[in-house]
């Protein structure tokens, strides 16, 4: 199991000063690779994954605000400890957590596989984009439709991708007590309509 987080000097040194620093180095290492690679998108290559550090320090930027929070931190050890997982999506869903406890107050009253799962599709978000589709995957209908279609978090993402496709389609960007109910539907249309890929 690779952790990215040492839990033995957690008191010391909390996860969001880990997790910075795993960001820097992750960082340095990704640039020596476009850099070892050459490839003539060079430029677009390292434009990209400066974007894409500046997003996850947007979404460190949440962490802070749960060293205290000891259901959070439980949480986070256990997705830390995920198996099936790299270590750098660890790190996307871990920093996609802080984010899904900022916004939704009541997250943590989805189940442990619920959380993984919203954790791991949001973790390709902007923030600006989690309200519109994490308050329909978060919803318990629909997020426990998900673990129970699949045990498969690869499968369960693949879903939540589907059903987030499925509302761009829609003429919305926003949910109000007008839509949220036509949102949902089309949410479970769609992974009633979802086909698992057993040829894994």
């Known amino acids: 199991m690779n952790n990215i987080i040492d839990w033995n000097i957690i008191e010391k040194v909390s996860v969001n000063?880990?997790?910075?620093?795993?960001?820097?180095?992750?960082?340095?290492?990704d640039i020596l690779k476009i850099q070892k690679d050459n490839d003539e998108d060079f430029l677009n290559n390292i434009?990209?994954?400066?974007?894409?550090?500046?997003l996850y320090s947007?979404?460190?930027?949440?962490m802070?605000?749960?060293?205290?929070?000891?259901?959070?931190?439980?949480?986070i050890l256990k997705i830390d400890c995920l198996n099936s997982v790299k270590e750098k999506q660890k790190m996307k869903m871990i920093l996609s957590y802080g984010v899904l406890?900022?916004?939704?107050?009541?997250?943590?009253?989805?189940?442990?596989?619920e959380i993984f799962m919203l954790?791991?599709?949001?973790?390709?978000?902007?923030?600006?984009?989690?309200?519109?589709?994490?308050?329909?995957?978060s919803d318990e209908s629909i997020a426990?439709?998900?673990?129970?279609?699949?045990?498969?978090i690869n499968e369960q993402v693949c879903i939540a991708f589907r059903i987030m496709d499925s509302q761009d389609e829609l003429l919305y960007d926003f949910i109000d007590e007008d839509n949220y109910e036509e949102l949902l539907d089309?949410?479970?249309?769609?992974?009633?309509?979802?086909?698992?890929n057993h040829s894994k």
């Not at 749960?66 to 259901?71: I, R, T």
């Not at 916004?103 to 442990?112: Q, S």
């Not at 426990?144 to 498969?152: A, C, G, M, R």
């Open 17 to 29: 000063e880990q997790l910075k620093d795993y960001l820097k180095k992750q960082k340095e290492l």
């Open 47 to 54: 434009e990209e994954l400066f974007q894409e550090y500046k």
């Open 58 to 62: 947007q979404k460190l930027e949440f």
């Open 64 to 75: 802070s605000k749960l060293n205290d929070n000891e259901q959070a931190m439980k949480m």
């Open 101 to 113: 406890v900022d916004y939704f107050k009541k997250i943590n009253e989805r189940t442990d596989e």
């Open 119 to 137: 954790s791991a599709c949001s973790s390709v978000l902007d923030l600006e984009d989690y309200a519109y589709y994490i308050g329909i995957l």
């Open 144 to 152: 426990s439709s998900i673990i129970n279609k699949t045990e498969d």
């Open 186 to 196: 089309n949410a479970n249309n769609t992974i009633n309509n979802y086909r698992i």
